[in-house]
């Protein structure tokens, strides 16, 4: 796997996980639209990752980081009511996002 391999899964991820969060909803917000959001620009920036634009591998990894910072707090609400649904799908996000900044970090620091 490559740094544009995991930013394209991380993406697809977001999208479909942020929909699905949205359908499942009883009462739907706009902030299960935030990992949707993340994700279509991680689509945008995936041509620049795939041809090493170090710019844009920049910009992916530090929103990459904005994301999993913003995924933990709506994390820990999902643990302390016991929501298990809730609480997988924003683990396989975080999980996804971890793995995708890892490839972008050794992408990054490469020598």
Not at 34 to 53: D, E, K, Q, R, T
Request: charged fraction near 10%.
């Amino acid at each position: 796997m490559n740094a544009q391999k995991a930013n394209l899964i991380n993406a697809v991820t977001l999208i479909i996980i942020s929909i699905w969060a949205y359908v499942n909803a009883t009462q739907p917000s706009a902030h299960d639209f935030l990992p949707l959001i993340f994700g279509v620009i991680f689509l945008s920036l995936n041509n620049g990752v795939l041809y090493n634009n170090k710019g844009q591998v920049t910009a992916a990894a530090v929103l990459t980081g904005v994301i999993i910072i913003l995924l933990l707090l709506p994390l820990s609400r999902a643990i302390e009511r016991d929501k298990n649904q809730e609480v997988l799908r924003l683990s396989i996000m975080i999980l996804t996002s971890g793995i995708s900044m890892a490839y972008l970090m050794k992408c990054i620091f490469k020598p």
